[in-house]
């Protein structure tokens, strides 16, 4: 068998990504005290994940053991800053978070699945009420509704998500 080409290695590390980013960038956010930082780190991440990606590994799992290294290397280079973690500790941070990624994956699915059990409106709303950049004020305003009014709405919607999510996971524990 010939090794995959170019444009299909791409594809592969492309989807092999897209699927860890986001347990990826809270993972890094996680061992790193600022934004900034984090956002430092997975720039470097990404460019050692595309020159040494191997479609063959287990790409979640290395893809952390690299940015562990990588928030390290950063993290030496910020050590006269005293509010810099120590390795042991950037260490203990990362094992705990790689621990929680199933954990964090099975909540986002339960949510996921609950968000599209709500009414189109409703959810058509919890998703405009998150999206980066929107001001409730606004959004009220668009809605015809106090701010007060859109909160309550927003926080009656919030609880039944939670009450979905919680019952989905607990059926998933006995299955």
């Given at each position: 068998m010939s090794p995959p080409s170019e444009h299909e290695r791409h594809a592969q590390f492309l989807r092999h990504y897209a699927?860890?980013?986001?347990?990826?960038?809270?993972?890094?956010?996680s061992l790193v005290p600022t934004r900034q930082m984090a956002s430092e780190v997975m720039q470097d991440v990404i460019l050692v994940l595309w020159e040494k990606f191997d479609a063959a590994a287990d790409f979640q799992g290395w893809a952390f053991g690299v940015a562990k290294n990588i928030a390290l290397r950063h993290?030496?280079?910020?050590?006269?800053d005293r509010h810099v973690f120590d390795d042991e500790l950037v260490n203990q941070l990362a094992?705990?978070?790689a621990a929680l990624v199933p954990v964090h994956d099975g909540h986002r699915e339960a949510l996921e699945h609950?968000?599209?059990?709500?009414?189109?409106?409703q959810r058509e709303l919890v998703l405009s009420a998150y999206t980066k950049g929107t001001r409730m004020d606004e959004l009220a305003t668009r809605r015809g509704q106090s701010p007060m009014a859109l909160y309550k709405l927003l926080h009656r919607?919030?609880?039944?998500?939670?009450?979905?999510?919680?019952?989905?996971?607990?059926k998933e524990e006995h299955a």
């Open positions: 699927e860890s980013e986001v347990a990826l960038h809270t993972f890094v956010r993290l030496r280079r910020q050590s006269r094992d705990d978070a609950c968000l599209e059990k709500l009414p189109a409106a919607i919030r609880q039944a998500l939670l009450e979905c999510v919680e019952r989905t996971l607990a």
